[in-house]
């Protein structure tokens, strides 16, 4: 076989090609040298980049995709040259070949022109982040469960996805838990929950706080939604323009607005929010959802919606508190769960007191820590449970100090003179703020327009959530106990030790004389309800004591001589309901006296010096049917008086008020004669307020005297009790007609009592009918409210009370005969549904024979409670399908419940949960 020949040619090639190869068999340690070098420097340059990203990011940007990707490519190529250099420091071990040398020299090659690129890539970088616009939602941290909330919480949710809703206002009390609520509402929208998370564009947080500005909460809904904040907050046209932004922006998307701690009304507009509408355009869907401590602000904000938050329930306020204390507390003894128990049961369901003492009491394993601390909730020192922490009260104060002015403030420091839990009559209240000059009788035209100032404020108070309802909601009001001891914490200014107000209830109370030296630097005292029978002598020389309230002490029967010596500052006594018989001479001495309250004491006379009294403007006589005597003279020489109340009380001499006639706002008497009536109707300057008709042969005689033609007795009059009148068969009202009956001829006069609001009937024994003929009562009695009707035992009916459009409580007791409250034969009105419009409550009592209510079937639109007690007879409930049943409560006995027939059977089961059982 002839060899091969080869071409110089062919090995030039094949030179050429092995030789840029024969480099890499050399010793690759410079090359790695120099891959080690680089690929630190590209690390201290990440380094440098990470942290100039970071801080970006901490300013609200977020990373571009390039920059992500580019450090992503770094920690990559970390590991491959990490890879490479084990690679050569094992050969290097192992002798080293040159194969070896070959593939970690090639590769070192190419990983330093990597390198060097990437380098070259991330220097050359020029922008590393941007202000992206936020997510439609950002979610808020909450710290607890919604205890009791979710009702609330499904509530507005439900209102959301409705298209006739569109402002919604969440108002309670501070510390109720408003914004945790608000705070759910917004994660609710996150994007966990798929099937809401579309429903908004925009789901947008605002604080508006208590000094929000307009600019303010311009920035932070700009903010959220990712669009420029000018700087500038001096040029009025920079909020406008803002304004526009805003509004152009929202309003072709969807969007939630959720502005938590409104203390006032946000101007809408004016920040460039869209007002949403009950009417639904079909296109855009926008809310707004607030929270405030106000009910008005909810009114101001034109809330489509108001959802009250309450405390928490029994069991939901153990949960939470359990939650703060810590299961290894409660279990550290046997005793301290049944007392962590107490403490809640203080804490009257508020969260934020739950939370805070919760907190305080979870390091405190002894009973006698727990047993201290419930003591001192019991005597109003919160403070020294919390060991100092002072944030509580604070916190509760802002809604005292957002009161529109220091008249509130004032009036509802005094709410503090009435124990805990305890339920204040709106009429006391409102006289004890008359009583220490906050309402001023005198200048009012009548004492009517001063009670009607007072009930606007409760209503701020209620509104303010510093008043709550009492058991009676429509009479009476409380205070929960927790700001009750915020009242009485302001009242000390902050400081426990101060003796500025002294409360006291229930224990027996002065016992020595040395008991009463904490009176000495006290500005206000009250002790009601308590054990005290008498005090063991004078107190201390008070040279700042102004109110003394020792009402509701019902074995108090003795003052003790030179008691009132010691007040030289007193303005405002009140003794009521109490067992003192007796007032001591020196009354005197309380010369600065201006409001006096000896109502309900079986007081027989009362002093001639109670004449020196120059000062008083208020004197409440109610009810003292032992007393016989008031010395001549003493009355009308308090020539500063306004109110003078003498209802049910024995008084005769009429003559003296002619001296106080000019001075007088309101006067309550009772009177027994024709006669007394007449002298009363010639008095034209008295305001009459109360009157307490007794023994009267007939109503004719009240009618047919002057007295309601006296357009000051009639324009004043507000309560009006007809009784004992044993002689009266028939009250027949009819047009036009002056016609005599057996008993009684009551005949049309042109008359009114423009503010009788209450009107008793009692011990009207003969009495058959009452009927109004071509007249409507209410053109009479206009704003009649309550309608009382006792012992009246030949009434069948009372038919007429359809008439009375303003009528809300209707209570009938002891009337043997009632066979039906309404007759729908007697007259053609009373066959209408549209009966009792604003009635709220019927009290049925020991009326045997009473059958039905009414035969027809009623909406009773406004009715929150029907009470029944002893009607036996009673078969049928009046109501119909559309009876609101929200608030509806039924009261009576489980026998007489069970007993009814119905006519329909879904609207007993649906009238069931209405039920409340009596015990027997």
């Given amino acids: 076989m002839v060899a091969p020949t080869i071409n110089l040619n062919d090995l030039v090639a094949i030179w050429n090609f092995i030789s840029p190869y024969l480099k890499y068999l050399s010793n690759p340690a410079n090359k790695i040298r120099l891959l080690r070098e680089v690929m630190q420097q590209l690390k201290a340059i990440r380094n440098d980049l990470n942290n100039r990203v970071s801080c970006l990011e901490r300013q609200g940007e977020t990373r571009l995709?390039?920059?992500?990707?580019?450090?992503?490519?770094?920690?990559?190529?970390?590991?491959?040259?990490?890879?490479?250099?084990?690679?050569?420091?094992?050969?290097?071990?192992?002798?080293?070949?040159?194969?070896?040398?070959?593939?970690?020299?090639?590769?070192?090659?190419?990983?330093?022109?990597?390198?060097?690129?990437?380098?070259?890539?991330?220097?050359?970088?020029?922008?590393?982040?941007?202000?992206?616009?936020?997510?439609?939602?950002?979610?808020?941290?909450?710290?607890?469960?919604?205890?009791?909330?979710?009702?609330?919480?499904?509530?507005?949710?439900?209102?959301?996805?409705?298209?006739?809703?569109?402002?919604?206002?969440?108002?309670?009390?501070?510390?109720?838990?408003?914004?945790?609520?608000?705070?759910?509402?917004?994660?609710?929208?996150?994007?966990?929950?798929?099937?809401?998370?579309?429903m908004f564009h925009h789901v947008i947080w605002a604080t508006v706080s208590k000094d929000c500005t307009v600019k303010q909460l311009q920035r932070e809904i700009a903010k959220r939604l990712g669009m420029p904040s000018p700087d500038n907050e001096q040029e009025e046209a920079t909020e406008r323009e803002q304004a526009t932004a805003i509004f152009n922006h929202l309003k072709c998307r969807n969007f939630l607005l959720l502005l938590d701690d409104l203390w006032h009304n946000v101007d809408l507009n004016s920040v460039g929010v869209p007002i949403p509408s009950r009417r639904p355009t079909g296109q855009q869907k926008h809310k707004v959802v607030f929270t405030t401590r106000t009910e008005q602000v909810c009114g101001s904000m034109a809330?489509?919606?108001?959802?009250?938050?309450?405390?928490?329930?029994?069991?939901?306020?153990?949960?939470?508190?359990?939650?703060?204390?810590?299961?290894?507390?409660?279990?550290?003894?046997?005793?301290?769960?049944?007392?962590?128990?107490?403490?809640?049961?203080?804490?009257?369901?508020?969260?934020?007191?739950?939370?805070?003492?919760?907190?305080?009491?979870?390091?405190?394993?002894?009973?006698?820590?727990?047993?201290?601390?419930?003591?001192?909730l019991r005597r109003s020192k919160l403070p020294e449970i919390l060991e100092k922490d002072e944030d509580m009260f604070p916190r509760l104060k802002l809604s005292y100090d957002y009161l529109p002015d220091d008249a509130k403030r004032k009036c509802f420091l005094l709410c503090a003179l009435w124990?805990?839990?305890?339920?204040?009559?709106?009429?006391?209240?409102?006289?004890?703020?008359?009583?220490?000059?906050?309402?001023?009788?005198?200048?009012?035209?009548?004492?009517?327009?001063?009670?009607?100032?007072?009930?606007?404020?409760?209503?701020?108070?209620?509104?303010?959530?510093?008043?709550?309802?009492?058991?009676?909601?429509?009479?009476?009001?409380?205070?929960?106990?927790?700001?009750?001891?915020?009242?009485?914490?302001?009242?000390?200014d902050g400081d426990e030790n101060n003796q500025k107000l002294i409360v006291q209830s229930g224990a027996i109370f002065c016992r020595s004389p040395a008991d009463l030296n904490v009176?000495?630097?006290?500005?206000?005292?009250?002790?009601?309800r308590s054990e005290i029978r008498e005090f063991p002598g004078a107190p201390p020389v008070c040279p700042n004591l102004v109110t003394l309230m020792l009402r509701q002490n019902r074995f108090l029967s003795a003052i003790p001589s030179n008691f009132f010596v010691s007040f030289p500052a007193l303005t405002y006594l009140d003794l009521s309901e109490t067992q003192i018989f007796k007032l001591p001479s020196d009354i005197s001495k309380a010369e600065n006296l201006q409001y006096l309250n000896l109502s309900f004491t079986p007081i027989t006379r009362l002093p001639k010096s109670l004449g020196s009294l120059r000062k008083l403007k208020f004197l409440l006589?109610?009810?003292?049917?032992?007393?016989?005597?008031?010395?001549?003279?003493?009355?009308?020489?308090?020539?500063?008086?306004?109110?003078?109340?003498?209802?049910?009380?024995?008084?005769?001499?009429?003559?003296?008020?002619?001296?106080?006639?000019?001075?007088?706002?309101?006067?309550?008497?009772?009177?027994?004669?024709?006669?007394?009536?007449?002298?009363?109707?010639?008095?034209?300057h008295v305001m009459m307020w109360r009157l307490l008709t007794r023994k009267l042969l007939d109503l004719r005689q009240l009618l047919l005297s002057n007295f309601l033609s006296s357009h000051n007795m009639s324009s004043s009059l507000r309560e009006l009790e007809i009784a004992s009148c044993e002689t009266l068969e028939k009250i027949i009202m009819e047009k036009g007609s002056k016609t005599a009956g057996h008993g009684g001829d009551i005949v049309n006069r042109n008359w009114c009592l423009p503010k009788l609001e209450i009107l008793e009937l009692i011990g009207l024994k003969e009495l058959k009918k009452i009927s109004w003929r071509g007249l409507r009562p209410s053109t009479y009695f206009p704003a009649l409210s309550i309608l009382k009707v006792y012992d009246c035992h030949k009434l069948k009916n009372v038919t007429w009370v359809l008439k009375l459009e303003c009528l809300e409580v209707l209570k009938l007791v002891y009337c043997t005969k009632m066979e039906r409250l309404i007759d729908d034969a007697d007259e053609a009105d009373a066959r209408t549904d549209l009966a009792f419009p604003r009635l709220k409550r019927i009290e049925l009592s020991n009326l045997p024979k009473l059958t039905v209510i009414r035969r027809s079937q009623s909406t009773f639109p406004s009715l929150e409670v029907l009470d029944v007690r002893s009607c036996s007879s009673l078969g049928r409930l009046p109501f119909n399908s559309e009876t609101p049943r929200n608030k509806l409560r039924i009261k009576g006995e489980p026998d007489w419940w069970d007993g009814l027939r119905w006519r329909d059977s879904d609207l007993k089961s649906s009238l069931q949960r209405c039920f409340r059982p009596r015990r027997r």
């Avoid at 084990?86 to 070896?100: A, M, T, V, W």
């Avoid at 805070?356 to 009491?361: D, F, L, S, Y």
């Fill in 303 to 376: 809330a489509h919606k108001k959802i009250k938050i309450n405390c928490l329930e029994q069991q939901d306020a153990w949960q939470l508190f359990q939650d703060m204390v810590g299961q290894d507390t409660l279990e550290s003894h046997p005793k301290i769960r049944g007392l962590a128990r107490q403490v809640v049961k203080e804490c009257r369901g508020l969260p934020l007191a739950l939370t805070v003492i919760g907190k305080a009491m979870s390091m405190r394993k002894t009973p006698k820590e727990w047993q201290n601390a419930i003591t001192l």
């Fill in 65 to 198: 995709g390039e920059v992500s990707w580019l450090l992503d490519r770094v920690s990559s190529i970390e590991r491959e040259v990490t890879k490479i250099v084990d690679d050569y420091e094992q050969s290097r071990c192992l002798g080293g070949c040159s194969i070896n040398f070959l593939s970690i020299n090639w590769r070192a090659t190419r990983k330093l022109a990597r390198v060097e690129d990437l380098r070259r890539q991330i220097t050359n970088l020029k922008v590393l982040a941007a202000r992206l616009p936020p997510p439609p939602v950002q979610e808020i941290p909450h710290t607890s469960e919604l205890l009791g909330r979710e009702s609330n919480l499904e509530k507005v949710l439900r209102y959301l996805n409705d298209d006739h809703v569109g402002i919604i206002g969440i108002w309670g009390m501070g510390g109720v838990g408003k914004t945790s609520l608000l705070r759910r509402i917004n994660n609710s929208f996150l994007p966990l929950n798929d099937h809401r998370s579309a």
């Fill in 519 to 528: 009176w000495a630097t006290a500005e206000q005292v009250s002790i009601i």
């Fill in 621 to 684: 006589l109610r009810g003292l049917q032992s007393l016989t005597e008031i010395p001549p003279q003493v009355i009308s020489k308090l020539s500063m008086l306004e109110v003078l109340d003498l209802t049910d009380t024995r008084y005769e001499h009429l003559v003296e008020f002619k001296a106080l006639t000019q001075g007088l706002k309101a006067v309550g008497i009772t009177v027994e004669t024709v006669d007394a009536i007449e002298r009363l109707s010639q008095m034209h």
């Fill in 419 to 492: 124990t805990e839990d305890f339920s204040i009559n709106k009429s006391d209240l409102i006289e004890c703020w008359m009583g220490h000059g906050l309402i001023d009788v005198g200048v009012f035209n009548d004492i009517n327009e001063a009670y009607d100032s007072g009930h606007t404020i409760i209503g701020t108070l209620k509104s303010a959530c510093l008043l709550e309802p009492g058991i009676n909601e429509d009479d009476q009001v409380k205070m929960h106990d927790i700001i009750g001891d915020m009242a009485r914490w302001i009242a000390a």
